[in-house]
């Protein structure tokens, strides 16, 4: 057995409370967070700060301590509302809605991003499963949780367009930017499956996705959420959901270059995408060759263990070359964890 695998359940539970715990301490009253800072040091505070990545983190708590068992952690439940409110702070009416279809968008720096609105229903979506948390929202969303879901899904729902999204917004005059992000898409349809009905379009726009192999070139750890959840909910055919992950992972094994890069995310990202593969198996096995899913646990093993090279005290810094911890690097190492936790408890 190789050694990378003699990581526990119990000792990734431990990363993943040491991370809940660190996240929770850096929570200010604003409900942002302490956006990025040298490792062990939260006073050596760097600049700069990143709506989508706030939501990605509140996404990852929210779910870490819906799926930990134990009680819920009074400071934690405070701070998770906080970051929440910063969310809703942040979203608007977008004054180009289409007549009878409210939208919200989730405005920064002037700009709507596809991604936001993705992330952002995944962060609140997953609050709102949280029995603890669930009564202090209402304090935080002026229209409440479903109609703040509801409202935002809608936008996301309305910036299909073909076979794929618009993915940037002037917020003022509605222009469609040029930007184009290789993550949008993926953190889009995500959002959209995980928090309700899927409509027509949005199984269209899916299935047309997988069919042609997105994500498959930029390894795509979020298009691998969107199609594990389109597999389960039934939103695509079980053959297209096996050809599409076989077709993903294919590539994440076969060029592991982002491991030379002796950076913690590159890595975190491609072991979320594989674990939540293997969660997927548990659920309906069968859908994947065996031989492919050996291969997958024995990578992510690989990588759990090259990850906690740049771990300590609940906190993932940049890499070899510099020990700035940024919020987002807890969200995706600390995720890879959790998802190897929860299949080693079963």
Not at 42 to 66: E, K, P, Q, S
Not at 68 to 86: F, K, N, Q, T, V
Not at 265 to 275: N, S
């Amino acid at each position: 057995m190789p050694a990378a695998l003699m990581i526990s359940p119990d000792a990734a539970h431990e990363i993943v409370t040491a991370a809940l715990d660190h996240l929770t301490r850096i929570v200010r009253p604003s409900g942002q967070f302490v956006y990025a800072h040298e490792a062990n040091d939260i006073t050596a505070v760097h600049d700069g700060y990143n709506l989508l990545r706030h939501c990605g983190t509140l996404w990852f708590m929210a779910r870490a301590a819906n799926k930990l068992a134990g009680s819920p952690d009074p400071d934690l439940i405070e701070a998770m509302a906080r970051a929440a409110g910063y969310i809703g702070k942040k979203l608007e009416p977008a004054p180009w809605a289409k007549a009878g279809r409210p939208s919200l968008a989730l405005v920064g720096n002037g700009a709507v991003k596809l991604g936001g609105l993705g992330l952002g229903l995944l962060a609140l979506g997953e609050a709102q499963r949280n029995t603890s948390l669930l009564p202090l929202l209402a304090n935080r969303l002026r229209l409440g949780t479903e109609a703040t879901i509801l409202q935002m899904r809608q936008y996301a729902l309305d910036e299909i367009e073909g076979d794929d999204f618009r993915h940037k917004r002037d917020f003022t005059t509605g222009e469609v930017l040029a930007f184009r992000s290789d993550y949008y898409t993926g953190e889009a349809i995500f959002g959209l499956l995980a928090t309700g009905p899927v409509s027509d379009d949005l199984a269209r726009v899916t299935t047309a996705l997988m069919r042609r192999g997105y994500g498959w070139a930029e390894q795509s750890h979020w298009m691998a959420y969107a199609a594990c959840e389109a597999v389960e909910r039934g939103v695509v055919p079980e053959t297209l959901g096996s050809a599409y992950l076989t077709g993903l992972m294919a590539a994440m094994l076969g060029n592991d270059r982002y491991r030379q890069r002796r950076q913690s995310t590159p890595v975190a990202c491609r072991t979320e995408a594989m674990t939540r593969v293997l969660i997927l198996n548990r659920a309906m096995p069968g859908l994947l060759d065996q031989s492919l899913l050996a291969q997958i646990r024995i990578h992510a093993a690989e990588n759990l263990a090259l990850q906690l090279d740049w771990y300590q005290d609940g906190q993932f810094w940049k890499g070899d070359d510099a020990r700035k911890v940024q919020i987002d690097y807890i969200q995706h190492n600390a995720t890879a964890f959790l998802h190897w936790a929860m299949l080693g408890r079963g």
